[in-house]
């Protein structure tokens, strides 16, 4: 069975800190993955996605992927207490060479921001 | 734009009885998903859509489940005989096409009492 696993939390950080969430998956073959932020009692919000090797920057949010150690993390840098969420990390399985459709959810990582 | 819409947003049933989850998405996006979540865990996947068709519903977890997307467009996830355990947060997602990102409406929260 494919897996997505993240660390439950709560990861508790101080306003302006750099936040490190972290992810590991079991499909080898995956190639793309997602970050989602969701809100206590909303619906997932897409952050970032990123499908090559290395980092990719956008805002205060940096995603990082390792394939070879089959490994995805997000930054937040200078967080605030609005970022205070729970944050999926997705991937998208790989069937026949092929991105496909469905995705597959860590458990997600609590994250607080403390003024 | 309009992002994806669910109706109805809460939906309270007895134990037993037929519930049908509407899903409009995002106009234009060829790929509609659904998912649950329980309290706690990361959306599970259940069905996907490609057009009309269901691509893939090795998530729908017995056959009290269905799906169905007539027009390519709105879906209805319909489940019969409800059981206490399929009380969740029912999502919808859809994207341009299936190598695209997905975005989620705003769930439907199912409790079967």
């Known amino acids: 069975q494919k897996e997505v696993e993240q660390n439950s939390g709560p990861l508790s950080v101080p306003e302006g800190a750099i936040a490190s969430l972290n992810c590991t998956y079991s499909?080898?073959?995956?190639?793309?993955f997602f970050w989602y932020r969701q809100y206590s009692g909303k619906s997932p919000e897409l952050i970032m996605f990123i499908y090559s090797n290395g980092d990719k920057e956008d805002g205060r949010f940096t995603a990082q992927l390792n394939k070879a150690s089959q490994y995805v993390s997000l930054l937040i840098r200078d967080s605030q207490p609005s970022d205070s969420a729970t944050y999926l990390c997705a991937v998208k399985e790989n069937a026949g060479g092929t991105s496909y459709g469905k995705l597959t959810f860590g458990q997600g990582t609590i994250l607080t921001v403390h003024p | 734009g309009a992002g994806v819409s669910q109706t109805p947003s809460n939906k309270v049933t007895e134990k037993g009885k037929y519930v049908e989850l509407r899903c409009d998405p995002i106009s234009g996006h060829t790929a509609l998903y659904w998912y649950r979540q329980s309290l706690g865990q990361g959306p599970e996947f259940l069905i996907y859509f490609q057009g009309t068709g269901a691509a893939d519903d090795s998530g729908l977890p017995n056959d009290r489940f269905f799906a169905v997307r007539p027009e390519g467009s709105v879906s209805t996830l319909k489940i019969q005989r409800t059981e206490r355990g399929d009380s969740a947060v029912y999502l919808c997602?859809?994207?341009?096409?299936?190598?695209?990102?997905?975005?989620f409406g705003p769930g439907t929260r199912l409790l079967v009492l």
């Open positions: 997602a859809s994207s341009l096409i299936a190598d695209s990102s997905q975005y």
């Open positions: 499909d080898r073959g995956s190639q793309s």
